[in-house]
């Protein structure tokens, strides 16, 4: 289970969008999100990475995009299932051969 949020969303959305902004601009990148971090009473690491997620999802900086993460976590969940299925099946002798993974 996750922790519970320490920020509201409403917050952590004004902050990422405020630092995404002055990122853009090379005069006011220098330091921009220990600024807003202050400004907004926000700890500018969580800021950093709240940035860095959205800079990623928008296509400004490579990565794997928030929507890729969850699909790939959905994607493990279900391979675990899966293997899981079959050891069971494996074990009672009831797996079909001609489903087996290669």
């Known amino acids: ?13 004004r902050a990422t969008r405020l630092a995404v902004e002055a990122r853009k601009d090379p005069a006011g990148r ?5 600024r807003i971090a202050d400004q907004l009473d926000v ?7 709240w940035v860095k997620r959205a800079e990623t999802d928008e296509g400004i900086v490579p990565g794997t995009t ?9 994607l493990e969940r279900e391979v675990k299932e899966l293997r899981r299925a079959n050891a ?7 797996r079909n051969e001609s489903c087996e993974m290669a």
């Not at 220098?30 to 220990?34: L, Q, R, S, V």
């Not at 700890?43 to 990475?49: F, I, Q, S, V, W």
């Open 88 to 94: 069971m099946a494996d074990s009672t002798g009831q």
């Open 66 to 74: 928030s929507a890729d993460a969850a699909r790939i976590a959905e």
């Open 30 to 34: 220098a330091g921009a999100i220990k």
């Open 43 to 49: 700890h500018p690491e969580a800021l950093r990475g």
């Open 1 to 13: 289970m996750a922790a519970p949020r320490k920020y509201p969303d409403e917050l952590r959305e």
